[in-house]
């Protein structure tokens, strides 16, 4: 089913703070979304992009290396070429060549932005555009199994790349910018606010991912609050802590909640350890997508003024430390998927680490050695992209 998810949804605000690693509290409080959405803020926020000039400006590292990386790409190329198609179809693990081609473009178009952003070179902002228009005026809906996920990834690269060129390039407006929110509107908005309970987590996390990254960009207050009340939902439900008992959080609103059907599900995984992941017996990869979502959910939640870092810290630099040692190389114990593990994780930490190190002052040795080893981050060519250049050691107020 295709409907959006329902909403008793938590409200009234708090302000964003500086974090100081406070643990995390069985109720978090309620929120409204903002009155006023803050632009640009899908992930990345004007005083981040301020600061990203003005290191690849002084030749600073790794922001440097990384804009170098970045600028090298094929998708900053300005003969970039869109592929849109009517009909996305993606089956499971397989699909039509217009799956990649999506999900390619949307991150062009992203990385067209944050050239156009970095250089000032109008050029690409232009690319940009032509990118986004050429899947608004085309793209009617996706189908098939992995119609969600295809959604959740494309979708996320899609809203980062139109709030950074919207707020701050003119010759984008009127009839292609409308013609773009209304693309997203039924699209994707539709498939990213399906229920998928039962669903391995990081399929949630993604769709909630794309679904803040939208509601910002069209200053939609409900989707906002959906995604938010999702994150809420599905993170303590995905990472472990020993503070949630015996066993893990049975996933929300799904089936699952016995402790055979909750090994099953994480995996074959049995022993519980602050940190562990519902895919970390599957691969590091289903892991890394899990951070990074998490993180680009709380992400642009502080850049509108709502700090869902703190209501999760310390799960969340748990999971961190947890998988970057073994990521890193440590040697799995035998209570850990029978010691063997899958060491697939991409460049999918820069952005939580900025916050928990940079703004919250937390220790995180692990997930900082990671980091440094895989600078500059650059993409999964799914919804991970650039990361080391726009997140690393900047922990800019929201």
């Known amino acids: 089913m295709r409907a959006a998810t329902a909403a008793a949804l938590l409200l009234v605000a708090t302000g964003c703070g500086s974090g100081s690693g406070a643990p995390e509290t069985a109720a978090p409080p309620a929120f409204t979304a903002p009155e006023r959405f803050t632009h640009p803020g899908v992930l990345v926020g004007g005083a981040q992009l301020a600061a990203v000039r003005a290191h690849v400006a002084a030749g600073r590292e790794p922001w440097k290396s990384a804009y170098k990386a970045m600028g090298g790409s094929r998708y900053a190329s300005l003969d970039y070429t869109p592929h849109p198609a009517k009909v996305v179809a993606c089956a499971s693990n397989a ?14 178009a992203y990385t067209q932005a944050l050239m156009w952003s970095v250089s000032g070179d109008r050029d690409h902002a232009a690319k940009a555009v032509e990118i986004m228009d050429a899947w608004s005026g085309t793209v009617k809906e996706h189908t098939r199994d992995d119609a969600d996920l295809q959604t959740a990834w494309s979708g996320s690269s899609w809203a980062r790349a139109a709030e950074i060129v919207h707020a701050g390039y003119p010759a984008w407006k009127g009839p292609e910018v409308q013609r773009f929110k209304w693309m997203l509107r039924k699209a994707y908005l539709p498939e990213v606010s399906a229920a998928v309970p039962d669903h391995n987590g990081n399929w949630e996390l993604a769709m909630a991912d794309a679904a803040i990254g939208m509601a910002v960009f069209l200053e939609d207050r409900r989707v906002f609050e959906d995604a ?17 008992g015996a066993l893990p959080k049975r996933p929300p609103g799904g089936t699952i909640d016995t402790a ?9 995984q049995r022993t519980y350890r602050d940190g562990v992941g519902q895919e970390t017996c599957r691969n590091f990869m289903h892991i890394g997508y899990s951070l990074a979502a998490t993180a680009h959910i709380a992400e642009t939640a502080w850049h509108q003024g709502l700090d869902l870092y703190r209501e ?9 430390e947890f998988h970057s040692r073994y990521q890193l190389g440590e040697t799995a114990p035998v209570w850990l998927c029978g010691g063997r593990i899958e ?7 820069e952005v939580a680490l900025n916050h928990l190190q940079g703004r919250m002052h937390r220790r995180l040795p692990q997930t900082a050695k990671l980091a440094q080893s895989q600078r500059p981050g650059g993409t999964d060519d799914l919804f991970v992209a650039w990361e080391t250049l726009t997140h690393a050691a900047n922990p800019t107020p929201a």
């Open 95 to 108: 699909g039509t060549d217009a799956c990649v081609a999506e999900r390619e473009d949307a991150i062009a």
């Open 228 to 244: 938010v009340r999702r994150y809420r939902a599905r993170v303590p439900a995905y990472f472990y802590l020993a503070s949630d």
């Open 260 to 268: 055979d059907e909750l090994a099953t599900y994480w995996f074959g």
């Open 312 to 320: 999760q810290a310390d799960r969340l630099a748990a999971a961190l």
């Open 343 to 349: 060491r697939t994780m991409g460049p999918d930490v």
